[in-house]
């Protein structure tokens, strides 16, 4: 089972949305259930989809050097893709992660499937739940 918060599932179909006609892939990161407030029904261990790192994060790095330091290395669990010509599956050109959540048109919660590395289509469940408040200090 893969969980997301509805929260970012949102924040991730408006991205799509206003990314279209082109693609887009955001790198995603969890929270452990328990660390959450509203998810009952959860295994309290079971990692949730919270977070999500700005798709334009870093973009004049990489094109500098080449590399993408906008993520840290082994902080995301997961990627959202869009495919805006409309195929609800993961490509073979496709970012792989542990967990993909791939989106379509008409950019709606309906048009999001769960998907692991290897392509196969996962149960998805989103979950009205939300992230501890977090600050800078």
Do not use: C
Request: proline share 10%; charged share 25%.
């Amino acid at each position: 089972m893969v969980y997301v918060t509805r929260g970012l599932v949102d924040v991730l179909l408006g991205f799509a949305a206003d990314a279209e006609p082109e693609e887009l892939t955001v790198s995603l990161a969890v929270t452990p259930a328990a660390d959450l407030e509203g998810t009952e029904g959860v295994p309290p261990d079971a990692p949730v989809f919270t977070h999500f790192y700005p798709p334009d994060a870093g973009k004049s790095i990489t094109a500098v050097f080449g590399v993408d330091l906008s993520v840290p290395a082994g902080q995301t669990q997961g990627r959202f893709i869009s495919h805006p010509r409309g195929n609800l599956e993961v490509d073979k050109t496709d970012d792989l992660h542990e967990a993909i959540l791939v989106a379509v048109p008409p950019w709606d919660e309906a048009s999001l499937a769960a998907f692991d590395r290897s392509g196969r289509k996962q149960p998805l469940e989103v979950v009205d739940a939300r992230p501890p408040t977090e600050s800078l200090s």
